[in-house]
């Protein structure tokens, strides 16, 4: 059974960093695609960004281009979101999905296993 495993959301002042880390565990996930989403209060789940387990690849929103960055350890099966010059409109129930596709898709519609999110809040 697939587990995902989100850690290190919290509390941060506007501009400053946080690392989110998702651990997997249930499956061999080098043919999978990992994505983060968020939600904020009353919104829908938005993309953040993607990386396909097999060759590394990103992909991510614009809204946090530059500032966000997806990797994975495949040793630890795990797959990081660290996030600088943090927004207060970055705040948001941020959460990690798989995709046993490899689609590298941005619609959470078409990732397959969910973590329970992590709180991220940034104050002004």
């Known amino acids: 059974q697939v587990q995902l495993v989100e850690s290190g959301g919290g509390l941060v002042q506007a501009g400053g960093s946080l690392r989110l880390s998702c651990a997997a565990s249930?499956?061999?996930?080098?043919?999978?695609?990992m994505g983060w989403f968020r939600q904020a209060p009353g919104k829908e789940r938005e993309f953040v960004a993607t990386?396909?387990?097999?060759?590394?690849?990103?992909y991510y929103a614009n809204s946090v281009k530059g500032r966000f960055t997806i990797s994975r350890d495949n040793a630890k099966n795990t797959v990081y979101l660290q996030m600088n010059s943090l927004k207060p409109e970055d705040t948001a129930v941020y959460y990690c999905?798989?995709?046993?596709?490899?689609?590298?898709?941005?619609?959470?519609?078409?990732?397959?296993?969910w973590g329970q999110g992590t709180q991220v809040t940034v104050s002004s």
């Open positions: 999905a798989a995709d046993r596709t490899m689609g590298f898709t941005t619609i959470p519609q078409r990732y397959d296993y």
């Open positions: 249930g499956r061999t996930f080098s043919s999978y695609a």
């Open positions: 990386i396909r387990w097999s060759d590394g690849n990103t």
